[in-house]
């Protein structure tokens, strides 16, 4: 059954895929076709177990498919941004919708705005918005570095990356409460920093 989930849920990722054998239930483990020692090997394909447990996990809890659930699992590990934050942003900005689109033409899975995605790949496009791998990527990143910006205040830093840092920082000007209720939302239940360690 394992064996299965684990196949199923490695279609169209970058990440190691399984083998004829190994999707059958083959004995073969990652560590043997890699070549690398049995304590190696055991590290590994802990890791690996870990993984697929938290993708599938997610996928049941938000009702995506395993490949999505890789998509976004994978990008905000990339990106150094916890999966448990990573998820409902995505939900809340696009309701999982690789398509979706703002009224004010936010693009994708993370409602990215053009400006906003070139300042982290110079020359991106629109339409370059629309792949998933991408757009998550960018995404993950902008928020990570948002949250370097404001000294790890999450709450702070999901209000700009919904915001705008201007119409943020106007109302701290003013004394005014920023939130707009979108921080309350991601981060329901949420007790993390908002990124991995280094």
């Keep these: ?15 190691w895929e399984p083998t ?11 560590g043997d076709r890699l070549g690398l020692g049995e304590a190696a090997t055991s590290g590994l394909e802990g890791k690996q177990l870990e993984r697929w447990h938290a993708i599938y996990n997610y996928s049941r809890r938000y009702r995506i498919t395993t490949e999505l659930s890789a998509a976004i699992y994978d990008a905000s590990v990339a990106e150094g941004i916890d999966p448990a934050l990573a998820f409902p942003l995505v939900r809340l900005e696009s309701r999982f919708n690789e398509k979706a689109i703002s009224p004010v033409g936010a693009v994708g899975l993370t409602q990215l705005m053009v400006p906003t995605a070139r300042a982290y790949i110079p020359g991106v496009t629109r339409e370059d918005l629309y792949d998933r791998d991408l757009n998550l990527t960018i995404g993950f990143r902008h928020l990570r570095s948002l949250i370097k910006t404001y000294r790890g205040d999450v709450q702070l830093a ?3 990356y919904n915001r705008g840092g201007v119409a943020v920082e106007l109302d701290r000007e003013l004394g005014l409460d ?8 991601v981060l329901k239940g949420y007790r993390g920093n908002g990124v991995l360690d280094d």
């Design 1 to 15: 059954m394992l064996a299965g989930l684990v196949a199923a849920a490695v279609v169209g990722t970058r990440s």
């Design 178 to 185: 920023p939130s707009n209720g979108y921080d309350r939302i």
């Design 20 to 30: 004829e054998a190994a999707a059958a239930g083959s004995a073969e483990t990652i």
């Design 158 to 160: 999901l209000l700009v």
